[in-house]
């Protein structure tokens, strides 16, 4: 069983940055992908961005490509999301999960091991 958990949420103005961390314990976390995931206010949860295993494969959903980075350092057993140029619309609950699927997983469904999440609150 894989443990994970997200830090780095707060209150930042628009444009500002923020860089999020999960970390994960247990299980075997080189082996699976690591999805960011968000939740809005009265919104379902969305797929924000994910990596492979190694790194090599990123994926971004088109409202934050250009502007998040997603990147891994297995020996830490931590991933991260830089988050740039932030909007109000980014406001959200950010949350980590590892999947098994094979390929760019983006649905929900396809993680099974989920942080609490991180609160970011973007003001304009």
């Known amino acids: 069983q894989v443990m994970v958990a997200e830090s780095g949420g707060g209150v930042v103005q628009a444009g500002d940055s923020l860089r999020l961390s999960c970390i994960a314990a247990g299980g075997t976390f080189s082996t699976e992908w690591v999805g960011w995931f968000r939740q809005r206010p009265g919104k379902e949860r969305e797929f924000v961005s994910s990596?492979?295993?190694?790194?090599?494969?990123?994926d971004y959903a088109e409202r934050v490509k250009g502007r998040f980075t997603v990147s891994r350092d297995n020996a830490k057993t931590t991933v991260y999301l830089q988050m740039l140029n932030l909007k109000p619309e980014d406001t959200a609950v950010y949350y980590c999960a590892t999947s098994r699927v094979a390929s760019y997983p983006r649905a929900p469904n396809m993680y099974v091991y989920w942080g609490q999440g991180t609160q970011v609150t973007v003001s304009s």
């Open positions: 990596i492979s295993l190694l790194g090599g494969n990123l």
